[in-house]
């Protein structure tokens, strides 16, 4: 009872520090100095900085938003409101953290990768707008066109050099045949069920035997 519940006051403190960011979050939108970033988990909304017309060219506002409906499409809001409960679930494990910024992260390279399949020669333009954006608030319920920390923001901008990749044959069958490797020394690796060491069969001993002892010549 006690560890069930510190997991439960663990997930409840989890999810209210998450409800605070996105109250900071709207907070700096009501003041007009959040965003770009699509808020939402059925119905996304494009929320933008108020001085984003001063900011931004109109070529490099048409590239935020194609990077923002971009996550419309893929389902990013939704896949993100998941990944929120997740970890609220296992606040306890840092692996969990970990993984879903790395998540969270690979979502804005896949839609900086879809506009740039869209506008193959607008790099330095849209390399141009991630560079004037300011982070805000981080979002639980959304999809955040700025990243914190400079080191994520060099990521981004190396990656729009690198070309587009789509994967081909020979692409699916290495991940399917890593996928079948993986599972069988998954299978073959697993301890014997105690069913199956009930029906093992028992070994026979292949004993010799002895002849008979001659009679007693007494």
């Given at each position: 009872?006690?560890v069930l519940a510190i997991w439960?006051?663990?997930?409840?403190?989890?999810?209210?520090?998450?409800?605070?960011?996105?109250?900071?979050?709207?907070?700096?939108?009501?003041?007009?100095?959040?965003?770009?970033?699509?808020?939402?988990?059925?119905?996304?909304?494009?929320?933008?900085?108020?001085?984003?017309?001063?900011?931004?060219?109109?070529?490099?506002?048409?590239?935020?938003?194609?990077?923002?409906?971009?996550?419309?499409?893929?389902?990013?809001?939704?896949?993100?409101?998941?990944?929120?409960?997740?970890?609220?679930?296992?606040?306890?494990?840092?692996?969990?953290?970990?993984?879903?910024?790395?998540?969270?992260?690979?979502?804005?390279?896949?839609?900086?990768?879809?506009?740039?399949?869209?506008?193959?020669?607008?790099?330095?333009?849209?390399?141009?707008?991630?560079?004037?954006?300011?982070?805000?608030?981080?979002?639980?319920?959304?999809?955040?066109?700025?990243t914190a920390g400079v080191g994520?923001?060099?990521?981004?901008?190396?990656?729009?050099?690198?070309?587009?990749?789509?994967?081909?044959?020979?692409?699916?069958?290495?991940?399917?045949?890593?996928?079948?490797?993986?599972?069988?020394?998954?299978?073959?690796?697993?301890?014997a069920s105690a069913e199956r060491?009930?029906?093992?069969?028992?070994?026979?001993?292949?004993?010799?035997?002895?002849?008979?002892?001659?009679?007693?010549?007494?």
């Amino acid at each position: 009872m006690i560890v069930l519940a510190i997991w439960i006051s663990g997930a409840i403190v989890s999810a209210g520090l998450m409800l605070s960011a996105q109250a900071r979050f709207f907070d700096q939108a009501r003041r007009g100095v959040a965003g770009p970033a699509v808020v939402g988990v059925i119905i996304g909304r494009l929320v933008m900085p108020a001085d984003s017309a001063d900011r931004w060219s109109i070529e490099e506002r048409a590239a935020i938003r194609d990077h923002e409906r971009a996550h419309l499409e893929r389902g990013d809001l939704r896949v993100n409101a998941l990944a929120a409960l997740l970890q609220c679930l296992f606040w306890w494990n840092p692996f969990a953290h970990l993984g879903i910024t790395w998540f969270r992260f690979d979502q804005e390279l896949a839609c900086d990768a879809a506009v740039m399949a869209q506008r193959p020669g607008r790099r330095r333009l849209y390399a141009e707008a991630l560079l004037k954006a300011v982070p805000t608030a981080p979002l639980a319920f959304g999809c955040g066109w700025t990243t914190a920390g400079v080191g994520a923001l060099a990521t981004r901008l190396d990656s729009l050099r690198l070309p587009r990749h789509t994967p081909d044959m020979k692409d699916r069958l290495t991940i399917l045949a890593f996928a079948l490797t993986t599972a069988t020394v998954a299978w073959a690796v697993q301890p014997a069920s105690a069913e199956r060491q009930r029906l093992k069969p028992t070994p026979v001993l292949n004993l010799r035997l002895l002849p008979p002892a001659p009679p007693d010549a007494s």
